[in-house]
């Protein structure tokens, strides 16, 4: 899609940064060293306690086409230093245009429930275009998993309800429209008014009529009437444009003069005003002039805090169309996903761990070749545990907080386990099949259901555990200690 939105290849759409470190990648002989980069995330968006990964179908596209065009090599070549000389010599921009997307990929499935510090995608190639990557890498993950992070909380609002993505008009440009569709559908939405998602990405696609339909007639009725006469199988009608409750008893003349001709009233619409009150007065008058199955739509500035509002207050809406607050990402609209080195080969071809230090020990990055274990019961979830492939692993396992060494925690055989981490490319080529749609946006469900309840609340929430193998834990606090010359 974006492909043909901008009419280009997407291997420019990194920062300029990444090319004047390949560049010295280059120089220096060491572009085709192995390394490791895994990407991650620090903190929950919304203040919440689980979050949903979404965004490797993108990735996986991407890594797909990757490569330097004829024109992205002739436009590089442009680009110049501070003495006006170019940036880049002619030999490093051949090499770029023979570049072969040649690394492993391993990630976590899209539509699972992942928590801070997992590395969600880890890369191991050459660091030359593991370090390229970065930016596209984070540019598709963080946005797709914070919209479905966010849709996927609507849902837990109102898990009976039918949810529509209205953002399209909001959204930050085309691909933050298309992408915040997609990503909305998986983390819970039923259907989008994106007509151009519903196309690309096969989403249920669904609207009512705006407040121009209404204001184009002498009267709110005419409109009704006009509507129902040509759309006679879509019959939402947007009851506010002057007096809602009249505009109820109006949309029921139509829904009787519907039913004379086969059809029905589907719903109505509620834009302005106290939602609460006006659905349930509404629900009142369509359930007494016989129209217990018209539904009640409800739209205008939502967001899960109001919706879960409305349902205290006993809210009769059985519809909700969101926009803005969804699509944006409203309260939160980044997340704060890094990609970090983890491992390097050196010239022994031995792995050498890697760590950024940092004052804050939230910021200090975990060394290895990780994997994720997760462990559960018959009653969902129970912990998730990082550890480093090249270490023996056993039944066993001893977990640590990274937070507080004290906090440890065994594992043994009563739990089953899953590594998350799949094999996504080997050497470049994909060895992933991507999961349909509706399969990712099931899987979010059922990840959901695996968490207990206190993970799933939005008011400080229960933090699920997250810890690292006792073997991990101790190499890490030995190379930090290294690191600080406290040896
Ligand atoms: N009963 C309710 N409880 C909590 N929030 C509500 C309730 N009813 C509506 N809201 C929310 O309150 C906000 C009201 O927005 P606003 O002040 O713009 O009023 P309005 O009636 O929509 O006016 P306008 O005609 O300008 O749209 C919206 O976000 C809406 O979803
Ligand atoms: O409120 P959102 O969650 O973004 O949902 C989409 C909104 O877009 C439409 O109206 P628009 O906001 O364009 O105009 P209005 O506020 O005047 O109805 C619609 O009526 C919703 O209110
Ligand atoms: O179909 C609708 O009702 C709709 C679509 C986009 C934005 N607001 C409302």
Same mark, same amino acid.
């Given at each position: 899609?974006?492909?043909?939105?901008?009419?280009?290849?997407? #291997?420019?759409?990194?920062?300029?940064?990444?090319?004047?470190?390949?560049?010295?990648?280059?120089?220096?002989?060491?572009?085709?060293?192995? $390394?490791?980069?895994?990407?991650?995330?620090?903190?929950?968006?919304?203040?919440?306690?689980?979050?949903?990964?979404?965004?490797?179908?993108?990735?996986?596209?991407?890594?797909?086409?990757?490569?330097?065009?004829?024109?992205?090599?002739?436009?590089?070549?442009?680009?110049?230093?501070?003495?006006?000389?170019?940036?880049?010599?002619?030999?490093?921009?051949?090499?770029?245009?023979?570049?072969?997307?040649?690394?492993?990929?391993?990630?976590?499935?899209?539509?699972?429930?992942?928590?801070?510090?997992?590395?969600?995608?880890?890369?191991?190639?050459?660091?030359?275009?593991?370090?390229?990557?970065?930016?596209?890498?984070?540019?598709?993950?963080?946005?797709?998993?914070?919209?479905?992070?966010?849709?996927?909380?609507?849902?837990?609002?109102?898990?009976?309800?039918?949810?529509?993505?209205?953002?399209?008009?909001?959204?930050?440009?085309?691909?933050?429209?298309?992408?915040?569709?997609? $990503?909305?559908?998986?983390?819970?939405?039923?259907?989008?008014?994106?007509?151009?998602?519903?196309?690309?990405?096969?989403?249920?696609?669904?609207?009512?009529?705006?407040?121009?339909?209404?204001?184009?007639?002498?009267?709110?009725?005419?409109?009704?009437?006009?509507? $129902?006469?040509?759309?006679?199988?879509?019959?939402?009608?947007?009851?506010?444009?002057?007096?809602?409750?009249?505009?109820?008893?109006?949309?029921?003349?139509?829904?009787?003069?519907?039913?004379?001709?086969?059809?029905?009233?589907?719903?109505?619409?509620?834009?302005?005003?106290?939602?609460?009150?006006? #659905?349930?007065?509404?629900?009142?008058?369509?359930?007494?002039?016989?129209?217990?199955?018209?539904?009640?739509?409800? #739209?205008?500035?939502?967001?899960?805090?109001?919706?879960?509002?409305?349902?205290?207050?006993?809210?009769?809406?059985?519809?909700?169309?969101?926009?803005?607050?969804?699509?944006? $990402?409203?309260?939160?609209?980044?997340?704060?996903?890094?990609?970090?080195?983890?491992?390097?080969?050196?010239?022994?071809?031995?792995?050498?761990?890697?760590?950024?230090?940092?004052?804050?020990?939230?910021?200090?990055?975990?060394?290895?070749?990780?994997?994720?274990?997760?462990?559960?019961?018959?009653?969902?979830?129970?912990?998730?545990?990082?550890?480093?492939?090249?270490?023996?692993?056993?039944?066993?396992?001893?977990?640590?907080?990274?937070?507080?060494?004290?906090?440890?925690?065994?594992?043994?055989?009563?739990?089953?386990?899953?590594?998350?981490?799949?094999?996504?490319?080997?050497?470049?080529?994909?060895?992933?099949?991507?999961?349909?749609?509706?399969?990712?946006?099931?899987?979010?469900?059922?990840?959901?259901?695996?968490?207990?309840?206190?993970?799933?609340?939005?008011?400080?929430?229960?933090?699920?555990?997250?810890?690292?193998?006792?073997?991990?834990?101790?190499?890490?606090?030995?190379?930090?200690?290294?690191?600080?010359?406290?040896?």
């Amino acid at each position: 899609m974006i492909n043909r939105l901008y009419d280009t290849s997407l #291997s420019l759409l990194t920062d300029l940064y990444q090319l004047t470190m390949a560049y010295g990648y280059w120089k220096s002989g060491k572009a085709e060293q192995e $390394a490791v980069f895994n990407l991650y995330f620090r903190k929950h968006p919304f203040g919440g306690g689980f979050t949903v990964a979404c965004g490797l179908s993108s990735a996986i596209s991407y890594l797909n086409e990757y490569g330097f065009s004829k024109k992205d090599i002739r436009y590089l070549g442009t680009l110049t230093g501070s003495d006006d000389q170019p940036l880049f010599e002619e030999d490093f921009l051949e090499y770029l245009r023979n570049l072969e997307f040649k690394c492993d990929v391993e990630a976590i499935a899209e539509g699972t429930v992942v928590f801070p510090n997992e590395p969600l995608l880890r890369i191991t190639g050459p660091i030359l275009q593991c370090q390229l990557l970065e930016t596209p890498l984070l540019n598709l993950i963080n946005f797709q998993t914070l919209i479905a992070t966010k849709a996927a909380r609507m849902r837990l609002v109102a898990p009976d309800d039918a949810l529509l993505e209205f953002g399209l008009r909001r959204a930050q440009g085309p691909d933050g429209g298309m992408t915040a569709s997609r $990503a909305a559908y998986i983390g819970g939405f039923d259907a989008t008014s994106n007509v151009l998602a519903g196309k690309l990405y096969g989403i249920p696609v669904k609207g009512t009529h705006a407040h121009s339909w209404v204001m184009s007639f002498d009267t709110e009725l005419e409109s009704f009437e006009t509507y $129902a006469r040509y759309l006679p199988n879509n019959v939402t009608l947007l009851v506010d444009t002057y007096d809602t409750i009249q505009g109820v008893k109006n949309a029921i003349i139509v829904g009787q003069q519907l039913r004379v001709r086969g059809h029905d009233l589907g719903g109505i619409r509620l834009d302005s005003g106290d939602l609460a009150y006006l #659905s349930i007065e509404a629900r009142k008058i369509l359930d007494a002039a016989g129209f217990e199955k018209t539904s009640i739509v409800a #739209s205008n500035d939502l967001d899960e805090h109001i919706m879960d509002s409305l349902k205290q207050q006993g809210a009769k809406i059985n519809v909700w169309g969101v926009g803005t607050k969804l699509v944006t $990402a409203y309260d939160q609209p980044a997340l704060g996903g890094v990609y970090k080195l983890a491992a390097l080969k050196n010239e022994r071809g031995e792995w050498e761990n890697k760590v950024k230090l940092s004052e804050q020990t939230i910021k200090t990055s975990t060394p290895g070749i990780q994997q994720v274990r997760r462990y559960r019961n018959d009653r969902g979830f129970v912990a998730d545990m990082i550890f480093d492939v090249r270490m023996e692993v056993s039944e066993k396992a001893t977990m640590v907080d990274p937070y507080d060494f004290t906090r440890q925690r065994r594992f043994d055989t009563r739990y089953q386990s899953e590594d998350l981490l799949k094999p996504i490319f080997r050497a470049g080529k994909q060895c992933y099949e991507i999961p349909a749609i509706e399969d990712t946006k099931q899987r979010v469900q059922h990840q959901l259901s695996q968490l207990h309840e206190g993970t799933r609340r939005f008011v400080n929430p229960h933090t699920y555990p997250v810890g690292l193998e006792k073997g991990l834990f101790d190499t890490k606090t030995a190379l930090i200690l290294k690191l600080r010359g406290g040896e």
